[in-house]
């Protein structure tokens, strides 16, 4: 079985390959469906068995175990205000979950910037999360899937195999970030920590949707799109501002990928590319823009404050 890949093609290929040969993926294609499909989530774990040494229901254990972490700080953000030491972070979550002017009537979205927010604003007070992929993008992922199981489907859970195989396809995504461009604010800017995070969320939400890998992909294709050239500008170098409100922010912009995705709204730019042109991007950028602090949002007027403020 070969188990190497470094793009979103040769992925799905790898998993093709699997089903016709009758491998370990095969087993997770549902009947009828089409090479490639429903198979993607077990390919990828059996890939991970492979590595790792351990069997997959250990492999789902531990994943299931992830998910309800997310789900802690998801509830902690949400029931508590979080008040950080810098004093940038004030209990956001909770306030927008009381609020009732909002525009958009719909809960799941409502729930998915909640949630999203509730989680990062929980790092920012040292609390425990999931890095998915980082600290600083940590709500995005999670705020998403958990919004839609709160509003849509609540016999899903940590342990429930189609909630846990959108994780897995999130978490693909971001292997194919990580080998051909970089999880690294430091590195690539935010379009690498939260425009990542984006991305990973839209194909999680796909698959979470029945959707197949093309779809989910193209998916988080259209989120990393209108991610490109984010700047990583964190004020006082702490990650708050603009980290935790970006995170909701980022969730919306996963769910109009997915929304865009399954009305037919393809991307022009296919995945592959688009992570090629964020490598492009974020090797151009200047490292003022690149977790230093030293410009941005971080040198305004206002953003040098906080430096007085923590010392």
Request: proline letters at 4%; charged letters at 20%.
């Amino acid at each position: 079985m070969n188990w190497k890949f470094t793009t979103a093609r040769e992925l799905l290929e790898r998993v093709g390959e699997s089903a016709l040969t009758g491998g370990s993926a095969a087993a997770g294609r549902a009947e009828g469906a089409a090479l490639g499909e429903e198979s993607l989530p077990a390919w990828l774990l059996a890939r991970d068995s492979f590595y790792s040494g351990k069997t997959e229901a250990a492999l789902r254990s531990e994943i299931a175990h992830r998910i309800k972490v997310t789900r802690a700080s998801l509830d902690r953000g949400v029931a508590q205000a979080q008040m950080s030491y810098s004093g940038m972070t004030k209990g956001g979550a909770v306030t927008l979950a009381a609020s009732t002017s909002w525009p958009v009537e719909d809960r799941f979205f409502r729930l998915a910037l909640t949630y999203a927010l509730a989680i990062n604003e929980v790092n920012a007070c040292g609390g425990r999360i999931i890095a998915f992929p980082t600290a600083g993008s940590c709500g995005i992922v999670p705020g998403v899937l958990w919004a839609w199981r709160d509003a849509r489907e609540r016999a899903l859970g940590p342990d429930h195999p189609r909630f846990q195989d959108a994780f897995i396809v999130a978490s693909a995504v971001g292997i194919l970030i990580a080998s051909r461009a970089t999880l690294s604010g430091a590195a690539g800017g935010c379009q690498a920590e939260c425009g990542a995070a984006g991305a990973m969320a839209a194909a999680g939400l796909s698959t979470l949707l029945g959707e197949g890998p093309e779809a989910s992909f193209d998916a988080a294709a259209l989120s990393l799109k209108n991610s490109l050239g984010l700047a990583c500008d964190p004020v006082a170098g702490l990650v708050e501002v603009p980290c935790a409100k970006r995170n909701a922010f980022l969730a919306a912009n996963a769910i109009t990928a997915v929304s865009f995705a399954r009305a037919g709204v393809r991307s022009v730019i296919p995945f592959d590319e688009v992570v090629g042109a964020m490598k492009a991007i974020g090797d151009a950028m200047p490292q003022a823009l690149r977790e230093s602090a030293e410009g941005g949002l971080a040198k305004t007027a206002t953003g040098l404050s906080y430096w007085d403020k923590i010392r």
